[in-house]
């Protein structure tokens, strides 16, 4: 039988509707100001100018008045301006991008792994299954010492991939900036697993020859999150330090961590960790305003250590026969959700139009009083953000992020094609996303950048970044010679 009443989500346009709300509820406040505004208007001209001279003379003022009204005015406006943040700006950034001689296809690593685990075809078969579905694609690339059978992870070949690595990526900064060594304040340096003494900073320190009064740190076993943490270090330094350059070096050395054991849990890291590194110039001058890509809008960290789960589920330990590696449990989805949800929860209100924050109260509301079974609220974080930089930690970690925040693949393209062409390249890898969106021109000034980023101990991370101008296609980018044949078709199982 033909339906009684006519469909109409078909005969409404939904969306148009939503979108009305969203104006309503974001702009209530003008709104409400404009028709009280016009009324005043109105009846102010009403007024002839022989009342309108009367009551300007019916006011009485005296010096006193006067002196003391300019002191409360001059006094507000000195203590607003010294109790303001400084504002932090991101005056441009370089990514590593390795030499085609490092690259590794899949026949390659492969390879490789049956020669290295020759007695344990298995772990042989887990490495590809797991290659087969990572996302990662043929241009990825391993540091020169683990080209070798076996691999020779030597402290000296440590020291060289982070040699190679680091001090590209800064003569890349300084060349895009103009930034000369000595012009330097405060340089922060982190990097996970490898830690050696003198520390990588010593180690830049010493190459470039920086100031004896430099203010350097050096950060080691935070993750893949490191790189915001940095951020966040670098950002509350620059609060006391006024007229100062940071720069930050994010990169993860592969070289002393490749495990070379049997155990299925810590050879997954094998199969998606790739060699990258960044280098981020930040600066509170105001000569900077109109140079800088990006402002620095907000940083929230998020740590779950207190729970022991979440404390082991990136752990480094010896596997049965004494040999090193990291690994991941079964729960590190779970406590990475959990993670995210404690993020999201702080960023929210400091991001989210009021719209969104309305209905999602509303619905918080109705749950707790009406019904516990309604289906919470999901927030629209596309309504605060043009840009996500989601971290590339693996396949699984962008598809439940774009699922759980209910992102679209253009949304997502960034992160996906990153893991693609470069892999997981730990804490640099949301500039590599962001150089992606970049090179495909879709950066505009006003845009709001999310980077979100995970780590062991368990860490959640986020930065929200403001464009400062229109940014050209850069033609110095580690996406440069390749951007034209992005996005690709990456599909669910690569046969092997």
């Avoid at 940071?246 to 495990?259: D, K, L, Q």
């Avoid at 790739?274 to 800088?292: F, K, Q, T």
């Avoid at 109705?366 to 289906?375: C, D, L, Q, V």
Wanted: hydrophobic share 40%; glycine share 6%.
């Amino acid at each position: 039988m033909p339906p009684i009443l006519p469909d109409f989500s078909n005969s409404v346009k939904i969306k148009y509707v939503k979108l009305g709300y969203q104006y309503l509820v974001n702009h209530i406040l003008y709104l409400l100001l404009i028709p009280v505004m016009v009324g005043i208007l109105i009846e102010v001209l009403r007024l002839g100018p022989d009342e309108i001279l009367s009551l300007w003379r019916s006011l009485h003022f005296n010096t006193v008045q006067i002196l003391c009204s300019s002191f409360l005015i001059i006094f507000i406006a000195t203590v607003y301006f010294m109790s303001k943040p400084r504002t932090i700006y991101l005056v441009d950034y370089a990514c590593y991008k390795p030499p085609v001689t490092c690259r590794v296809p899949f026949s390659t690593f492969m390879e490789h792994s049956r020669l290295i685990l020759k007695d344990n075809p298995k772990s042989v078969e887990f490495q590809m299954r797991i290659l087969e579905r990572s996302g990662l694609g043929e241009e990825t690339c391993l540091p020169p010492a683990i080209h070798y059978i076996p691999p020779k992870p030597t402290m000296e070949a440590a020291r060289g991939e982070a040699e190679l690595v680091i001090f590209s990526a800064m003569d890349s900064l300084f060349k895009k900036t103009g930034l000369k060594p000595k012009d330097i304040d405060i340089l922060i340096v982190n990097c996970s697993l490898f830690s050696p003494t003198p520390s990588l900073s010593a180690m830049v320190i010493n190459k470039y020859k920086l100031r004896s009064n430099i203010k350097s740190f050096n950060l080691s076993g935070m993750g893949c999150s490191a790189g915001l943490i940095s951020i966040d270090l670098a950002r509350d330094i620059l609060q006391v330090h006024p007229n100062s350059n940071a720069v930050v070096v994010s990169t993860e050395i592969i070289t002393p961590n490749y495990y070379q054991g049997k155990e299925r849990a810590m050879l997954l890291p094998n199969c998606l960790f790739r060699m990258g590194g960044a280098a981020i110039l930040l600066s509170n001058r105001r000569s900077h305003r109109w140079l800088a890509k990006y402002r620095l809008v907000h940083v929230v960290r998020t740590h779950k250590g207190a729970d022991d789960k979440a404390y082991q589920c990136v752990f480094e330990q010896e596997d049965k026969e004494g040999k090193v590696g990291i690994n991941l449990s079964k729960d590190l989805m779970a406590i990475a959700g959990e993670a995210l949800k404690s993020n999201i929860t702080t960023i929210g209100p400091l991001v989210l139009p009021a719209s969104e924050q309305l209905l999602f109260l509303l619905t918080l509301i109705g749950r707790k009083i009406f019904n516990p079974k309604w289906k919470p609220y999901i927030p629209d974080f596309k309504q605060a953000f043009e840009h996500f930089c989601i971290h590339a930690g693996g396949r699984a970690v962008i598809d439940e992020l774009q699922k759980n925040l209910q992102l679209s693949a253009e949304h997502v393209e960034a992160s996906r094609m990153t893991l693609h062409r470069f892999g997981n390249t730990s804490s640099s890898s949301l500039w590599y996303e962001l150089g992606y969106i970049e090179a495909k021109g879709r950066m505009r000034r006003g845009d709001r950048v999310w980077q979100i980023a995970f780590g062991s101990g368990f860490k959640c991370n986020s930065a929200v970044w403001k464009c400062n101008r229109t940014i050209k296609t850069p033609t110095d980018s580690p996406w440069a010679d390749c951007i034209d044949r992005y996005p690709v078709h990456i599909p669910e199982v690569v046969k092997l």
